[in-house]
C-alpha cells in the first residue's frame, strides 16, 4: 500500500536551515506530481511547494526563494530544503502524493530563538 514517512523536523534558530525527507513506498515515485503541506492550529492547511513528475516547481509565496523541493527518483524519496527559517514557518509538514490523495504522518517544524 502507499506509505509516505516524513523525516528532518526539529527546532533551529531564526535565519537557520533544515531539510525534510519524504520516503515514498508502495507506488513509483517518478509517476506522480508529489507536494509538501504544512499545519498549524491556527491557520488553514498551506500549500508550500509542489514538484511534478517532468520536475517542474512551484513554491507557496510566502516561502519562495526560500524553500526548494526536489526529488530523487532511485531512492523514493523528495526533499524539502528550508532556508532564512522564520518563526512564522513553524508547522507541521506532510508529503503528500498529487495534492493531498495520500498523506505522511506529519513532521514538526519549530523555528524559535
Known amino acids: 500500500q502507499v506509505q509516505l514517512v516524513e523525516s528532518g523536523g526539529g527546532l533551529v534558530q531564526p535565519g537557520g536551515s533544515l531539510r525534510l525527507s519524504c520516503a515514498a513506498s508502495?507506488?513509483?515515485?517518478?509517476?506522480?506530481?508529489m507536494s509538501w503541506y504544512r499545519q498549524t492550529p491556527a491557520k488553514e492547511r498551506e500549500l508550500v511547494a509542489t514538484?511534478?513528475?517532468?520536475?517542474?516547481?512551484d513554491y507557496g509565496f510566502s516561502v519562495k526563494g526560500r524553500f526548494t523541493i526536489s526529488r530523487d527518483n532511485a531512492k523514493n524519496t523528495v526533499y524539502l530544503q528550508m532556508n532564512s527559517l522564520k518563526p512564522e514557518d513553524t508547522a507541521v509538514y506532510y508529503c503528500?502524493?498529487?495534492?493531498?490523495?495520500?498523506w505522511g504522518q506529519g513532521t514538526q517544524v519549530t523555528v524559535s530563538s
Open positions: 503528500t502524493r498529487r495534492w493531498g490523495e495520500y
Open positions: 514538484i511534478t513528475s517532468g520536475g517542474s516547481t
Open positions: 508502495g507506488f513509483t515515485l517518478s509517476s506522480y506530481t
